[in-house]
């Protein structure tokens, strides 16, 4: 059982999104009591992700919301989701698109805190998430929150920080802050 989930975990690495995707979901389909099946729910949604099937994606993460070790993930997947499946030639759905990803990147974020005490990756999780965070509140337009966000990243002085910057600049550049883009 566990050599076909880490067979589809290689084939995944290996960008073989589709194969990886198949393994998985007959993983989930034979064993949907073990205890690696919401890891492998999670990754089925990663492969969905990746192969661009957003709706099939969301539905596959959305039952991990809640789940503690993943929720972060999934999250922060559902989110990439909206905004991949997101059509910008339909400003108003685009829009409440975008903001719907912005909720669910602000949950992830706030599950990547909280497991920073028992998850050691989960520091990182929470900078990778805030930095897309500000990413989309910019596609969306909210400069000001996306200054806020970059901010945070700042804080946190590693090894995103230049990165963050950078984004930050372009954040107060866009908000109409031109001195501060500039001494940033």
Known sequence: VRAMFYSA????????FAGAL????????????????PEAQLRQGYCQLQLRSYPEAI????PLRNQPGF??????WIARSH?????????????QTLVTAINELNKAAGLAR?????????????????????????????????????QKVI???SDRTEEAMQRLATAYHLSGNYPQSEST
């Open 9 to 16: 975990l290689c084939q995944a690495e290996s960008g073989q």
């Open 22 to 37: 198949a393994g998985l979901t007959t993983f989930v389909t034979q064993n949907p009591k073990h205890p690696l099946t």
């Open 83 to 95: 905004v991949g499946g997101s059509n910008p030639t339909v400003p108003q759905t685009h829009s």
């Open 59 to 62: 539905k596959t993460l959305t």
């Open 155 to 157: 804080q946190f002085n």
């Open 71 to 76: 929720a972060d993930r999934a999250c922060w």
């Open 114 to 150: 909280a497991a920073i005490s028992t998850d050691s990756q989960a520091s990182a999780r929470e900078r990778s998430i805030l930095m897309e965070l500000g990413d989309v509140q910019q596609l969306a337009g909210k400069y000001t929150e996306a200054v806020a966000t970059y």
